[in-house]
């Protein structure tokens, strides 16, 4: 099994343009998207640090991403408001 760091890597490589995507579609402009996007994986990361390896191996990704984005951009709007 990969480590947390190559398991992260390709995580990134696969969702960025999705999670930013997203990110864009709920803030409606590219800077608060690109910092969604960067908080989101951030937190990811810190979270798979945490996480025994078979809960990381049975990991459904994009659903996690998305959760995580929802709860920065929610988290952000009310900052940037």
Known sequence: ME?????????VNE????????????TGNRHDAEEVAQDTFFRAFRALQTYPPERIRDLKERAWLHRIATGCEACGRRLWN
């Open 3 to 11: 480590g947390v760091d190559g398991f992260f890597e390709r995580m």
């Open 15 to 26: 969702h960025q343009d999705r999670i930013f995507a997203a990110s864009f579609a709920m």
